[in-house]
């Protein structure tokens, strides 16, 4: 329930904070990160948000939760569930916006 409240929560927030497409997404993911509190190497955070995209496209993790199941022990020690999903929101809105339906499912099962 806690879960899907938080992605009902991210889902709204990725759709209001999507930013335009710039020459540099990877500065633009790292700057939304930030925003959320989420620090660590711009290149290492690009790189596991191209991933967490991979793995929905692939369908290893075949939904919302799974995902950030993933990407939970890969942030920096001392991330929280909820910045997991803001994790997961912005790397869908600056990676792969045609997986935003997997952010929507989640929301509406909250």
Known sequence: MKSTTLAAAVLGL???LAAPAHADPDTD????LHTYGIY???DYNA???KIVCERLDKGVDGDA???VR???PNLQKGTNQAQ???FLGASVNTY???KRPVLERAAQQS
């Open 14 to 16: 990725a759709v209001t």
């Open 65 to 67: 939760a799974k995902s």
């Open 96 to 98: 792969c916006p045609d």
């Open 40 to 42: 660590g190497p711009r």
């Open 29 to 32: 993911f790292a700057n939304q």
């Open 70 to 72: 993933f990407i939970t």
């Open 47 to 49: 790189w596991l948000g």
């Open 84 to 86: 997991a999903w803001q």
